[in-house]
């Protein structure tokens, strides 16, 4: 079931969840996202309940988490998938002109809305 124009709810939500559980405004954001990066995003990761977050080896304090108990929010990220290196630096490049957070692995890009959901400082990181 499409939930915006490019995603779905498959996509977004955490395996066997009955509600999306991300924030106000988080899916508009994504979508914006999308369409200025103007390619396919295959997600990998969306919304995480605490138990789904515990098996794929999340952060506890995880932006993908619904109620998160640190920020008092629901989801606000999504791993993309990546393996064309140069698609992966114009959405990076993107991502952070559009103020999301960006972690950058091996085959995939988290992207977060955490500076414009939560007004807390954008970041950049890299997974080891």
């Given at each position: 079931?499409?939930?915006t124009?490019?995603?779905?709810?498959?996509?977004?939500?955490?395996?066997?969840h009955t509600?999306?559980?991300?924030?106000?405004?988080?899916?508009?954001?994504?979508?914006?996202l999308?369409?200025a990066y103007?390619?396919p995003?295959?997600?990998?990761?969306?919304?995480?309940?605490?138990?789904?977050?515990?098996?794929v080896?999340?952060?506890?304090?995880?932006?993908?988490?619904?109620d998160?108990?640190?920020y008092?929010?629901?989801?606000?990220?999504?791993?993309v998938?990546m393996?064309?290196a140069?698609?992966c630096?114009?959405?990076?490049e993107i991502?952070?002109?559009?103020r999301?957070?960006?972690?950058v692995?091996?085959s995939?890009?988290h992207?977060?809305?955490r500076a414009d959901?939560?007004?807390?400082?954008?970041?950049?990181?890299?997974?080891?």
């Amino acid at each position: 079931m499409r939930i915006t124009e490019h995603f779905t709810w498959d996509e977004i939500a955490s395996p066997g969840h009955t509600e999306l559980g991300v924030q106000e405004g988080f899916l508009d954001r994504l979508e914006v996202l999308r369409v200025a990066y103007g390619h396919p995003m295959v997600i990998t990761s969306g919304a995480r309940t605490r138990e789904h977050n515990k098996r794929v080896g999340g952060a506890a304090a995880s932006m993908h988490l619904i109620d998160n108990p640190k920020y008092r929010c629901d989801c606000l990220a999504v791993d993309v998938h990546m393996l064309d290196a140069s698609l992966c630096r114009r959405f990076v490049e993107i991502a952070l002109a559009y103020r999301w957070s960006v972690g950058v692995g091996k085959s995939f890009v988290h992207v977060d809305a955490r500076a414009d959901l939560l007004q807390l400082p954008q970041v950049m990181w890299g997974y080891g």
